[in-house]
């Protein structure tokens, strides 16, 4: 959370790594037959960030797909 506070994307570790790994434990869920709802919600939401261009910015830039929150700007 400091990062957003402070208006740093610069990867660190970026969404599309996330959309990448997350969607390797849901295939390992799947293949197992075990459920993971919150991972599943998490998936979808990375995939919106990347999607929306904030694909290669830290995986804290997930936040700028809600809407209605004033982010702080960077400094």
Do not use: N, W
């Amino acid at each position: 959370m400091a990062h957003v506070l402070a208006g740093d994307y610069t990867p660190l570790s970026a969404v599309d790594i996330f959309v990448k790994d997350l969607g390797l434990v849901l295939d390992t869920a799947r293949h197992t037959k075990f459920p993971l709802p919150l991972a599943s919600t998490a998936h979808q939401m990375f995939m919106q960030a990347s999607t929306a261009g904030h694909g290669r910015e830290a995986d804290s830039a997930v936040i700028k797909i809600f809407p209605g929150i004033t982010l702080p700007e960077a400094k």
